[in-house]
Each structure stands twice: as structure tokens, then as C-alpha cells.
């Protein structure tokens, strides 16, 4: 009986691996900061990488790592000068492909945690001012995007939450519009 039920255990994992669409990827991309982060935050740069498992030819799940660095803005105007926010996601994300041959368009979503850091700003008259502690978030990631051959192209929003306290707290979040490779070994 022992020998029956490792037996199957072999043969169907055998199978499953057989027709696994294992993927690997990574991009870069423009980041356009949104919410209240769009107040003292001007664009900046994007890279991702992601692994993932390929379900069939038209559903994929991927863990992909995304960092996120945004330029503070210089208000000068008002006195200070923001320092660079850097964001970090890692997100479970689910991928939906409307065609399974050529141009391939699709829609995603991705739901994970984003850690979010400030390096120091300057206030006039009092100098430099450390940037507030690294504040972690639950985040959400919808996307569209096409693959071509290798070729991934998407538009991504991520929804980091809110960063700061009381009257200071402000909601973060970007809009990414990034280009990369996507491999795929074993399907499409």
C-alpha cells in the first residue's frame, strides 16, 4: 500500500512538473508619486523582479519584488526641502491573460506589504531634520500590461497606505509605468 501511494504521489508530481510554466522577470520604470505624497514628492525610478508559477497559459502567480525611489521635491518657497522617499513592496500577484498567442494584454493585481523610508529633509533656520522611521503598509497592486515574446510592458499603481501621525499623516502611493523582460520556461 506504502509503495501504491508513493507511487502516485511520484507520478503526479511528475506530471504537474511536466507542464509547469516556471517564469522569471525583472523592468525598470518611471515612478509618478500619488495621494498626498504628490505634495512634496516629485517622479523618479522603479525596478522590479518577480518569480512566478504559470497555472495554465492564461493565469500566472508571481512574488515579485518592487523598490520605488522618489525624489523630494525642493520648496524653497516654503522654507524646506523634502528628502527622497524609498519604497519597498513584496506582493503575492495574480495575472490574467486575455490572449494566449502573440501580443498578450493582461490585468493583475497584487496584494503584499511596502516598507516606506525617508532620508533626512532641511528646514530653514533649524537645519537638518532626520526623516521619519521606516513605516511598513499593506499594499495593493492593480496592473495592465502586454507581453510580447519576452517584452513586458505594464502600468502599475501601488497603494501603500498612510505614512506619519495625527494631523501629519499623509497617504503614499505611486503610479509606475515599466518595461522589462519576462522568461518563461515551459509555456508561453
Known sequence: ?????????????????????????????????????????????????????????????????????????????????????????ILVNGRYFFKNDGFRPYAGLGLGVTSISQTSYALSGIGTVEGFDTTTNLAIRPSLGFKYGILNVNAVYINAGKVGEGNAEDSIGNFTINAGLLFTFGGK
Open 1 to 89: 500500500m506504502k509503495k501504491l501511494l508513493l507511487f502516485t504521489v511520484v507520478i503526479l508530481f511528475g506530471v504537474t512538473t511536466m507542464n509547469a510554466q516556471v517564469k522569471f522577470g525583472f523592468g525598470l520604470g518611471y515612478v509618478i508619486p500619488s495621494g498626498d505624497a504628490s505634495n512634496f514628492l516629485d517622479g523618479g525610478f522603479s525596478g522590479n523582479l518577480e518569480v512566478g508559477y504559470g497555472v495554465n497559459d492564461a493565469i500566472d502567480v508571481s512574488l515579485i519584488y518592487q523598490g520605488d525611489l522618489l525624489i523630494g521635491k525642493d520648496l524653497n518657497n516654503d522654507g524646506f526641502d523634502i528628502g527622497n522617499v524609498y519604497m519597498g513592496s
